[in-house]
């Protein structure tokens, strides 16, 4: 069975930093775009940041320079480091990996709440 699985969600305050982990297990997602995707209660989903399989890379501009995405091709594994997070930044943080078509995947999302 083909998934996603996220982690590294919590509260956090602002101004702190958080990594989330994306674990894809049942293919390599190696050669695939991915990405990590945010909602927040209201609104749609958007995209916070990508990574092609070749290592480009494309950030939202509200995350750009504080927010960083890596891959870890080996571990079947993507990242999102977020630094200096702000209230606005809370959501429910999804991973996806771009198959072909109309085909992709999705984990289950976790949650990032920003507060003091």
């Known amino acids: 069975q083909v998934r996603l699985t996220e982690s590294g969600g919590g509260l956090v305050q602002p101004g702190g930093s958080l990594r989330l982990t994306c674990v894809g297990s049942?293919?390599?997602?190696?050669?695939?775009?991915m990405g990590w995707y945010r909602q927040a209660p209201g609104n749609e989903r958007e995209l916070v940041a990508s990574?092609?399989?070749?290592?480009?890379?494309n950030y939202a501009d509200d995350v750009k320079g504080r927010f960083t995405i890596s891959r870890d091709k080996a571990k079947n594994t993507m990242y999102l480091q977020m630094n200096s997070v702000k209230a606005s930044d809370t959501a429910v943080y999804y991973c996806?990996?771009?198959?072909?078509?109309?085909?992709?995947?999705w984990g289950q999302g976790t949650q990032v709440t920003v507060s003091s």
């Open positions: 996806k990996a771009f198959i072909g078509g109309d085909l992709s995947y």
């Open positions: 049942g293919r390599s997602f190696g050669a695939n775009v």
């Open positions: 990574m092609t399989g070749a290592g480009l890379i």
